[in-house]
């Protein structure tokens, strides 16, 4: 067989380097040139791309049938495109896509609750907690009493198990809710708490690189808590953890690698992330601006 001449040798080399970059992109995978990475990001709301993220490079956006998402025995992946949205069982002009639930395998559920104009909450069922935490737009929270708090971006609410509350939205917003059915102890009670995260401080974090800040007290009282981590690009967990508490996650900002089992996923701002206990995970933030992400966690209680 004739071995190729020269100049198509340096064809081929050109065109392979071409669709490289052309995957690549400037930021790394999934980033090709889309009309989003065309704005200015220092100009959009906290969080835009919870809401409006880049799915796939754009050669693969209209590709029938792609997505990014995995579900595995003790792990899954979630991205946007495959959220299926329907009417929130008693909220009123709400939709939300359920993203991890006991079919799973968790003992928690997460999902995203897009509230429109004149919207409004129902209550979790008895002995159920909850947690939300908004990404987009502004909710006002009324409690029994009347008390009311303006909810807006970074912003949360923890309410107890039977806590009567609402949540009221006049335009639109996006929140991301945990509930779980709660793990009574005696003696120990829960309280209604609204925070931001700005407003938490930085715990240390011995032997690690990451920012961490913690949404709830750590105290025995409460059965899991909802940390808000921060990676530069370029930093990475350096415990590849292995442990039986549960995580639920989304990427609020940036973008990495996610180790989960022997699985290496590229994730992003946007994409949710289901880790069963003891499944071996790990992350490392790629890209040219910081990864945030918010994680659930169960704590304080006997794993028996």
């Known amino acids: 067989m004739q071995s190729p001449s020269l100049p198509r040798l340096l064809l081929l080399?050109?065109?392979?380097?071409?669709?490289?970059n052309l995957v690549l992109g400037d930021e790394g995978f999934c980033s090709a040139p889309s009309i989003l990475d065309q704005t200015d990001s220092s100009s959009k709301p906290l969080y835009w791309k919870v809401t409006s993220p880049t799915l796939s490079p754009s050669?693969?956006?209209?590709?029938?049938?792609?997505?990014?998402?995995?579900?595995?025995?003790?792990?899954?992946?979630?991205?946007?495109?495959?959220?299926?949205?329907?009417?929130?069982?008693d909220w009123t002009n709400t939709l939300g896509a359920y993203l991890i639930t006991p079919a799973i395998g968790s003992h928690f559920v997460m999902y995203l609750a897009k509230m429109q104009e004149n919207s409004r909450s129902g209550l979790p069922p008895n002995d159920v907690?909850?947690?939300?935490f908004v990404t987009q737009g502004a909710v006002t929270l009324t409690n029994s009493s009347g008390i009311s708090n303006k909810l807006v971006v970074d912003s949360y609410a923890y309410l107890p198990p039977n806590f009567d509350h609402s949540l009221k939205c006049d335009g639109s917003a996006t929140l991301v809710v945990f509930e779980r059915r709660y793990a009574f102890?005696?003696?120990?009670?829960?309280?209604?708490i609204?925070?931001?995260?700005?407003?938490?401080p930085l715990?240390?974090?011995?032997?690690?690189?990451?920012?961490?800040?913690?949404?709830?007290?750590?105290?025995?009282?409460?059965?899991?808590?909802?940390?808000?981590?921060?990676f530069q690009p370029g930093e990475f967990l350096n415990v590849k953890e292995v442990h039986y508490n549960q995580h639920g996650l989304l990427l609020l900002e940036g973008q990495g690698i996610y180790r989960l089992g022997d699985s290496w996923y590229p994730v992003q701002a946007g994409d949710v992330i289901w880790m069963a206990p003891f499944v071996p995970q790990w992350y490392a933030a790629l890209g040219k601006t910081r990864s945030r992400y918010l994680l659930y966690k169960d704590v304080n209680r006997n794993p028996l």
């Open 185 to 192: 102890l005696d003696n120990h009670i829960t309280e209604h």
């Open 59 to 89: 050669h693969l956006q209209d590709l029938p049938g792609f997505t990014r998402s995995v579900y595995r025995r003790d792990h899954a992946l979630i991205t946007p495109e495959s959220h299926v949205f329907s009417p929130l069982p």
């Open 13 to 20: 080399s050109f065109t392979l380097i071409s669709v490289f």
């Open 129 to 132: 907690e909850r947690l939300i």
């Open 203 to 230: 715990l240390e974090t011995p032997g690690e690189v990451f920012e961490l800040r913690k949404l709830l007290p750590a105290s025995m009282p409460y059965d899991f808590n909802i940390h808000i981590m921060d």
């Open 194 to 200: 609204v925070g931001s995260t700005d407003k938490q």
